[in-house]
């Protein structure tokens, strides 16, 4: 039954986060896409790409958070290691993020190309998947950028679920004050927000490589290479791109997601506490 309610409560969270805060994460796109923030479509059709967000949404936060709770009781099992571990908190998020990849890439892909497919573009989101796939297959076409992609959510991960089981820890002793979901709520925007700083490079890396043309340069760089290619073309500004969006969002996005979560699980246990009795 837990599982269950992680399942719900994860994938609420998900979808409230991204349908309020879309236009925040196209502006980012669209600010890392290799065209350019405004030949990619400036503030113009900033809710292009919601549809398969909000699709993709509800799924990928539930298997995250499905995963996430199964992963830390397995892992808690094979190190004899207490569940408030950081280094529990770590490797579950990292197995998890994993997971969610298969769901959350294909996404990516429909969503941001109709970000920065310019206002002109019919195309819909199926139509984007099935060209890629028809085109460059399942590996190169659905899955473009897979591994760019885990390799911004793991080291993300790797910040963010300890700093927040952390921060939810220390609440109480600090504070004094019972934990809430406000409480909760604000410890994952602090977390979020510190993590999405330090990762915007790699999410730099994964948009230009989920965005790149079939002739571009970049489709045979290695992810180091890509790296490089943006320094030396823009500097630290280009590895940077987006920042402020992008802490912005996750930042909010955090604060709605953990909140959201933590409030529906209450919610949730207390209904089923109700019935049972």
């Known amino acids: 039954m837990k599982q269950a309610l992680g399942q719900i409560a994860g994938g609420v969270a998900g979808m409230v986060v991204d349908i309020a805060l879309f236009p925040i994460d196209t502006v980012k796109t669209r600010l890392q896409s290799e065209r350019g923030f405004w030949r990619s479509g400036g503030f113009k059709g900033i809710y292009k790409g919601l549809a398969p967000a909000a699709a993709g949404s509800a799924p990928t936060a539930a298997l995250f958070f499905c995963a996430y709770e199964n992963f830390k009781r397995l892992f808690c099992n094979l190190s004899g290691c207490t569940k408030n571990s950081p280094f529990i908190h770590m490797a579950s998020a990292s197995s998890a993020e994993?997971?969610?990849?298969?769901?959350?890439?294909?996404?990516?892909?429909?969503?941001q190309r109709r970000q920065t497919l310019g206002n002109k573009s019919q195309q819909g989101a199926l139509q984007i998947l099935w060209t890629a796939y028809k085109t460059e297959g399942l590996r190169r076409g659905l899955y473009r950028g897979?591994?760019?992609?885990?390799?911004?959510?793991?080291?993300?991960s790797l910040i963010q679920f300890p700093l927040w089981e952390f921060f939810k820890l220390q609440w109480q002793p600090?504070?004094?004050?019972?934990?809430?979901?406000?409480?909760?709520?604000?410890?994952?925007?602090?977390?979020?927000?510190?993590?999405?700083?330090?990762?915007t490079p790699l999410d730099v890396v994964k948009t230009r490589i989920m965005l790149a043309e079939q002739n571009s340069a970049i489709r045979k760089l290695s992810i180091p290479k890509v790296l490089g290619s943006i320094y030396r073309e823009k500097g630290l500004g280009g590895?940077?791109?987006?920042?402020?969006?992008?802490?912005?969002?996750?930042?909010?996005?955090?604060?709605?997601?953990?909140?959201?979560?933590?409030?529906?699980?209450?919610?949730?246990?207390?209904?089923?506490?109700?019935?049972?009795?």
């Open 98 to 111: 994993v997971l969610a990849c298969l769901i959350r890439v294909p996404v990516e892909i429909a969503k």
């Open 146 to 156: 897979f591994g760019s992609t885990i390799m911004r959510e793991i080291p993300f």
């Open 174 to 199: 600090v504070t004094g004050l019972d934990s809430t979901p406000f409480t909760v709520a604000l410890c994952g925007a602090v977390a979020g927000g510190i993590s999405a700083g330090l990762t």
């Open 239 to 277: 590895l940077f791109a987006g920042f402020v969006p992008r802490v912005m969002w996750i930042t909010l996005g955090g604060a709605f997601f953990f909140g959201f979560y933590d409030l529906t699980t209450r919610m949730l246990a207390d209904e089923n506490l109700k019935t049972s009795q």
